[in-house]
């Protein structure tokens, strides 16, 4: 099992900047894919963006341009920087981390996002 510990969220006004950090520990070699997604209210989880330990990243189309993701810490950490937010990225962001090979799928406990002036 992984652990992945979320930081960053909060309140900001659109336009505005976040970054959301997630690291995974424990028994860890490589993790195959590592992104975000997210939960507004009524609505179901989604993709924001996910990148492979090889470098490719998958997101959706309204986030492309604005937001950015990477991996650090020996691609323990995956990072979202959010730029020119709107009100409706708000939502709870959560963290994900897959291998299939290895059966990993878990997920951070979810840091809220709110955009709002």
């Known amino acids: 099992q992984v652990r992945l510990v979320e930081s960053g969220g909060g309140l900001v006004q659109p336009g505005g900047s976040l970054r959301l950090s997630c690291t995974a520990s424990?028994?860890?070699?490589?993790?195959?894919?590592m992104g975000w997604y997210r939960q507004a209210p009524g609505k179901q989880r989604e993709l924001v963006a996910e990148m492979t330990s090889g470098g490719i990243i998958n997101s959706q189309d309204s986030v492309k341009g604005r937001f950015t993701i990477f991996r650090e810490n020996d691609k323990k950490t995956v990072v979202l920087q959010m730029n020119r937010l709107k009100p409706e990225d708000t939502a709870v962001y959560y963290c994900?981390?897959?291998?299939?090979?290895?059966?990993?799928?878990?997920w951070g406990q979810g840091t809220q996002v709110t955009v709002s002036s």
């Open positions: 424990g028994r860890i070699i490589n993790i195959y894919v």
């Open positions: 994900h981390a897959r291998d299939p090979g290895v059966g990993l799928d878990d």
